[in-house]
Every structure is written in structure tokens, then in C-alpha cells.
């Protein structure tokens, strides 16, 4: 899953186009990619994980009060 220009592609190979989702964070190592995303429209938070090895993909959703949590162990809420 790669955010471009505001286009979330997601693991079942649709595309989700929200111009208005914001990358908060992001951090990467060993392949794996993890990014903390924000819409404006829904005002929700979304942990995505890409881990370019194994071609996993997946969003855990990110209740703002767990937020930071879900970012550094996001595999534990998927």
C-alpha cells in the first residue's frame, strides 16, 4: 500500500482515492513500512503497513487515543 499524490491503493489491488488524507508519520526498516494517516473528511486515523518481502498490506484502523500505540505495534491490532 503506497500513499501518491493523496491515493491509497490497498491490498486487494482497488484503488481508494481520498485527496484528503494527511500522512502524520512515517517510518521504515527491514522492508516494512508504516504510516500513520489522517482524514480530513472523516476526521479518522489509519495505521498502514507495507512490508515489501512478503507483499503484506493491510490498515488497522487507529482510535486517536491509541493512535501512537497502533503506529509502533501495529501487527498486535491487525
Not at 495505521?47 to 486517536?64: H, I, M, Q, T, W
Amino acid at each position: 500500500m503506497s500513499l501518491v499524490s493523496g491515493t491509497l491503493s490497498n491490498c486487494d489491488g482497488e484503488d481508494m482515492t481520498d485527496t484528503t488524507l494527511t500522512e502524520l508519520h512515517r517510518r521504515s526498516a527491514d522492508g516494512i513500512e508504516v504510516s500513520l494517516l489522517w482524514s480530513r473528511i472523516t476526521n479518522a486515523l489509519t495505521v498502514a503497513v507495507e512490508d515489501s518481502r512478503s507483499g503484506l498490506s493491510f490498515e488497522v484502523p487507529a482510535p486517536a487515543e491509541k493512535a501512537l500505540d497502533v503506529f509502533e505495534r501495529p501487527y498486535a491490532y491487525a
